[in-house]
């Protein structure tokens, strides 16, 4: 594939809870990730069941592989930002994954398609896996990422504590509590702190900030980061 990307490890590094050293790594593309997704679907055609079959292999574990170039050692964890759809280079991401993460808005279209996303993952996975045992080759390996929990994001607080605006956004959180493993720490909603963290390519925990509603927000994150470890 023509694409090639950049890896930047000249990023800020941060300490998390625990003392696991993190260095944030920028991927650069050189053209727009559609057209990567069409470029692998155009791979994986084949004018065989085997060559159909080999192919389906390769294109969907690009990533993993680009990944195992980096040696042993070269960090602790990966985590990858995937498009809010299920194509090709989501596909990739999870063939390359342990875990996964669904973080969601607590109200009714956000939370409509975890149960479909869990079943496109549960597909993914066999699909893959029936593939790898007909290619009875040693260099493809079995899936089987799982699912870590859901994250409510954007969530209003008050008194450090989260408060629904309103009483829909507790029927949801409650539904999917209800339903899947969920994270017990919420991401609260911060457009001012939030906002110019992309553009900066500063993560919101490890920027240099004043005022306790700001300092609140970070220890947050690292209680969330501590939870997240701890189901590793």
């Given at each position: ?17 625990g ?10 593309l ?58 090709i ?18 109200d ?36 089987s ?11 209003s ?12 956004q ?63």
């Amino acid at each position: 594939m023509p694409t090639k990307c950049l890896l930047r490890s000249d990023q800020p590094h941060g300490c998390l809870p625990g003392g696991l050293i993190i260095t944030f790594i920028t991927l650069i593309l050189r053209q727009p990730l559609i057209n990567v997704d069409l470029e692998l679907a155009a791979k994986l055609a084949g004018g065989s069941p085997r060559q159909t079959r080999n192919n389906y292999l390769r294109v969907h574990s690009r990533f993993k592989q680009g990944l195992s170039t980096l040696g042993s050692g070269a960090y602790d964890f990966v985590i990858v930002d995937c498009p809010p759809n299920f194509n090709i280079v989501t596909k990739n991401a999870l063939v390359a994954s342990d875990h996964y993460i669904v973080p969601t808005k607590p109200d009714y279209l956000s939370t409509l398609g975890i149960d479909t996303l869990k079943k496109h993952v549960t597909d993914l996975a066999d699909d893959f896996n029936q593939y790898v045992g007909d290619a009875e080759d040693a260099k493809w390996k079995p899936i089987s990422p799982s699912l870590l929990g859901v994250i409510f994001t954007m969530v209003s607080y008050r008194n450090n504590s989260p408060i629904p605006t309103i009483q829909a956004q507790q029927q949801y959180i409650q539904l999917i509590q209800g339903q899947h493993s969920t994270f017990s720490q919420m991401v609260r909603e911060n457009k001012t702190l939030y906002a110019d963290a992309p553009e900066n390519g500063v993560p919101v925990v490890i920027r240099h900030v004043s005022g306790k509603t700001y300092n609140d927000v970070q220890d947050e994150l690292e209680i969330l980061t501590t939870e997240l470890l701890g189901r590793v």
